[in-house]
Each structure stands twice: as structure tokens, then as C-alpha cells.
Nanobody, 125 residues
């Protein structure tokens, strides 16, 4: 059974930091890019960052470049999202996802094969 389990969300003040974790199981970790998405109330789910577990290539949405860092621990089948200098507009449910290896767009929801259940991140002003 494929599982993606997020953790590390919470409430933080603007300017603070959080580190999200995504523990993966039930599939060959190196075969799938892992991406983080987020969805704020009333908004569409959007791609935040992605990492190729096989070669470590990373991608970021413009809105988080320079503030968020994605990394992977292949020995633990876990992907992390370090979020610094958080802003109230970063408030959302954050989801990790295993993206189809043939996807041309790693931050597009339509190419996701497997989703986690999400973790809430709330940034207060």
C-alpha cells in the first residue's frame, strides 16, 4: 500500500520557520519525484517545490524561492521542506505527493500519482 505521511505543520508567527516531513512507503522511492503542494481556503491547490530523489534536482515556485528548501533522505524514504521567513500568505494545508516519473511539470496537480493527507501550516501576522 502506497503511503505518504506528512508531519511538522503547526502555528508560527510571521518570520518564523517550520520543517515539514513526508515519509513515503509502498513504492520505489527513487523512481518518483516528490513534490509539495499547498491549498489555502478558497484557493486552488498549487505546487510549491519538487525534488528528484534519483539525482537531487530541485524546483521551486517563485513565491517561495529563497525562503523554502526541499531535501531528501533516501535512506529514510523521507522528503523535507524547510520553510523560513514564513508569511501569513503561506498559510495552507501542505500536501506531499509522488509525481508521475514521466511528468513534464512536477508542480502540476494533474501529474500526481499519489497524495498524502496533508498537514496544516498557519502563519499569524
Amino acid at each position: 500500500e502506497v503511503q505518504l505521511v506528512e508531519s511538522g505543520g503547526g502555528l508560527v508567527q510571521a518570520g518564523g520557520s517550520l520543517r515539514l516531513s513526508c515519509a513515503a512507503s509502498g513504492f520505489t522511492f527513487d523512481d518518483y519525484p516528490i513534490s509539495w503542494f499547498r491549498q489555502a481556503p478558497g484557493k486552488e491547490r498549487e505546487g510549491v517545490s519538487s525534488i528528484s530523489s534519483s539525482d537531487g534536482t530541485t524546483y521551486y515556485a517563485d513565491s517561495v524561492k529563497g525562503r523554502f528548501t526541499i531535501s531528501s533522505d533516501n535512506a529514510k524514504n523521507t522528503v523535507y521542506l524547510q520553510m523560513n521567513r514564513l508569511k501569513p500568505e503561506d498559510t495552507a494545508v501542505y500536501y506531499c505527493a509522488a509525481v508521475n516519473p514521466d511528468s513534464p511539470r512536477l508542480l502540476a496537480t494533474q501529474w500526481v500519482d499519489y497524495w498524502g493527507r496533508g498537514t496544516q501550516v498557519t502563519v499569524s501576522s
